[in-house]
């Protein structure tokens, strides 16, 4: 072999070596980021829960079963998720890593479920007591109890998922029946004035 030819093939075996010994130093610190990633995301749901706490505690006129509902439901996903980011932070492959941070989305989904129950469970409780208060004095009233009623359990029924379509094709005729009942409500205290 001439000199060259054995240079070259020494230069070839060196960044070969090379590629080799640094993909398991960069495959390190990219898991690590992508824990860090999956852990911000948890820590974001879990700080919503704890303000889903609050909004549940402030919320004067819901119903003894839907404060019980509720706050079981927001101790759960807190549970699953401080255990799901214990299992995170374990996690030596991507693809594990992957399959958290979906189940983080799809079995929790805290921002697109659990928030608006928290809410419009709030809301349609509030609703259902002001129109309550309101029938014997405003006929209409008792049209916003009856579009109301049973809003909140259909609701509080809708479980998390993949299908986040479905899901929010669950909510929105729900949400809709919320705003609907807010504005005919306050409509009725103007013409009462």
């Known amino acids: 072999m001439n000199r060259m030819t054995r240079t ?12 080799t010994l640094a993909a398991p ?10 824990k860090q990633a999956v852990d911000a995301r948890i820590d974001k749901r879990l700080a919503a829960l704890k303000q889903y ?9 819901l ?11 927001v101790a759960d996903q807190r549970a699953g ?3 799901l ?18 189940s983080m989305v799809n079995d929790y989904r805290v921002f697109l479920l659990t928030g608006p129950k928290v809410r419009l469970t709030a809301a349609i409780d509030t609703e259902l007591a002001v129109a309550a208060k309101m029938a014997d004095k405003q006929p209409g009233a008792d049209a916003v109890k009856q579009a109301l009623t049973g809003q909140a359990d259909k609701l509080l029924a809708v479980r998390p998922g993949a299908d986040a379509d479905a899901i929010k094709s669950a909510v929105t005729p729900i949400r809709d029946a919320a705003k609907k009942a807010h504005t005919d409500l306050k409509a009725l205290r103007k013409s009462k004035k």
Not at 25 to 34: E, G, H, I, K, N
Not at 63 to 73: F, P
Request: aromatic share 0%; hydrophobic share 50%; charged share 20%.
């Open 63 to 73: 119903t003894a079963a839907h404060k019980d509902t509720l706050t079981k439901l």
């Open 53 to 61: 706490d609050s909004t549940i505690a402030d919320a004067k006129q």
């Open 85 to 102: 980011k214990t299992k995170v932070d374990g996690e030596t492959t991507a693809a594990a890593l992957r399959t958290d941070a979906q």
């Open 8 to 19: 070259a093939l020494a230069a070839a075996v060196a960044v070969a070596a090379a590629l």
């Open 81 to 83: 998720l401080t255990a």
């Open 25 to 34: 130093a960069q495959a390190a610190p990219t898991l690590d980021s992508a």
